[in-house]
């Protein structure tokens, strides 16, 4: 019978990636609920959404479908197995909001860079749940 010794930092390093994952699986249940409830928003409508989505020269009907395309993108992004695909539906969603803000002449800070902040965000929780990420963006060697 063969028993391998685990080492002190053989434990550290288990607690440390255990714990990384933990977070990155929090983070994106919170960036889920923001986009499950924009998805809310452009499916169901409501006045303040409608005048918003006027304001960025869309329409309501354009307004759904943008809504079923980030549902289809948030269930592939939460699905373990699919989650960079998602996330990389979910960037290009990200893309088109920073275009429309900008076309708007929203301000840049606080409402044309959101969509940015929050896709680094989501790559972020990616990251966490998926260490391995790192070496596909050249941050670590495989």
């Given at each position: 019978?063969?028993?391998t010794?685990?080492?002190?930092?053989?434990?550290?390093t288990?607690?440390?990636r255990?714990?990384?994952h933990?977070?990155?699986?929090v983070l994106?249940?919170l960036?889920?609920?923001?986009l499950?409830?924009?998805?809310?928003?452009k499916?169901f409508q409501?006045e303040?959404?409608?005048e918003?989505t006027?304001?960025l020269?869309?329409?309501?009907t354009?307004?759904?479908v943008m809504g079923?395309?980030?549902a289809?993108?948030?269930v592939?992004?939460?699905?373990?197995?699919?989650?960079?695909?998602?996330?990389?539906?979910?960037?290009?969603?990200?893309?088109?909001?920073?275009?429309a803000?900008?076309?708007?002449d929203?301000p840049?800070?606080?409402?044309?860079?959101?969509?940015?902040?929050?896709?680094?965000?989501?790559?972020?929780?990616?990251?966490?749940?998926?260490?391995?990420?790192?070496?596909?963006?050249?941050?670590?060697?495989?």
């Amino acid at each position: 019978m063969t028993t391998t010794a685990t080492t002190p930092a053989d434990t550290t390093t288990t607690t440390r990636r255990s714990r990384a994952h933990t977070i990155g699986v929090v983070l994106s249940m919170l960036l889920g609920a923001f986009l499950l409830f924009d998805i809310l928003g452009k499916l169901f409508q409501p006045e303040s959404v409608v005048e918003g989505t006027e304001k960025l020269g869309f329409s309501t009907t354009q307004a759904t479908v943008m809504g079923i395309v980030l549902a289809g993108c948030l269930v592939v992004w939460a699905i373990p197995r699919t989650a960079v695909l998602g996330a990389i539906g979910i960037t290009a969603y990200l893309g088109g909001a920073v275009t429309a803000n900008w076309n708007d002449d929203a301000p840049l800070v606080s409402t044309t860079l959101f969509a940015v902040y929050f896709g680094v965000a989501l790559w972020i929780a990616m990251v966490l749940r998926r260490p391995a990420l790192l070496a596909v963006f050249g941050l670590r060697k495989s």
